[in-house]
């Protein structure tokens, strides 16, 4: 498969800048939203204690003291990105913990508010795939008939052992099913994956890789496992009991998964980082950048790209290539 011309870029994947510059014209920006919500894995609803890589602190804003609203919150994020000019459109991303663990009509008035800020285009919400019951998903698909709106669905592995073994509270038929029941245009849906989970080897890591080509999904977001100070993963890491991947392994893990993956679908993020208070490694995540440039280079030593090897067995519902949204 070639390089598709629609993603308009130089780059060896499609990467969301790009997708949004497509669609919209003009640069567009996430501005990143603590709108106070906890997490169903973490309060006993499901489990206690969380995800065993999960600090639980929130943003830096809820340590700093009382939050600001959801629209105080985006209103400055604007503010900060037109001042430098760097965007034009915002989209509000509520990205804390899990953005849809609230009744209907919580979620309604947060996401009304982010939406009311002007610019905002849209929006992206962060939840878990047990946390998107009907009637949730009901009014996220309101707004998307009307703004831009993904929903970005945690999944991490598609192997229920390291499900259990990280404590994520939910198996691999769960994140099926939520898929199955959100998926449909307008809406957007995205698939977080760790790489380097304890267990996981790389053949682990791509079946995971192929079940989300395989889905109705549209983007995905792909970070190695971080050590952090306070969590099981980070008390097992300092301990000796388990080693965090490399860097050259991560790198090369990735391409491999971009060479298949669908070419329309949007990469979202290929690294992460924890607070630097906490971070206790892979050191090399410290610096995403180079993490960036050096997965650059790997797909261009291979002379790849996201796609090459792709072999889709359910076509995407939504084509990439259609003109854009009015948002
Ligand atoms: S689902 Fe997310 S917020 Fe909840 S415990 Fe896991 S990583 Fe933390």
Known sequence: MPKPDFWNNSKRYYDLKSY???LFGVPVHKLIIDAGFTCPNRDGTVARGGCTYCDGRGSALRQAGP????GEQVRQGRE???RRAQAKKFIAYFQTFTNTYAPVETLRSLY???LAVEDVIGLSIGTRPDC???ETLALIRSYAAK???WLEIGLQSIHDRTLQ???RGHNAAIFRDAVARATGAPLLLCAHVIVGLPGETRTMIMETAQAVAEMPIQGIKIHALLALAGTPIGSRCRRGEFELMGKTEYVETVCDILEILPPEMVIQRLTADGYRDIFLGPEWAANKLAVINAINAEMARRDSWQGKHCARTQPSPLSFREPPLTA
């Open 165 to 167: 073994e990280t404590n």
């Open 80 to 82: 900060f990105y037109i």
């Open 132 to 134: 998107v019951p009907d």
């Open 112 to 114: 009304d508010e982010a």
């Open 67 to 70: 939050l600001p609203g959801a």
């Open 20 to 22: 949004w510059k497509n």
């Open 147 to 149: 703004y831009h709106v």
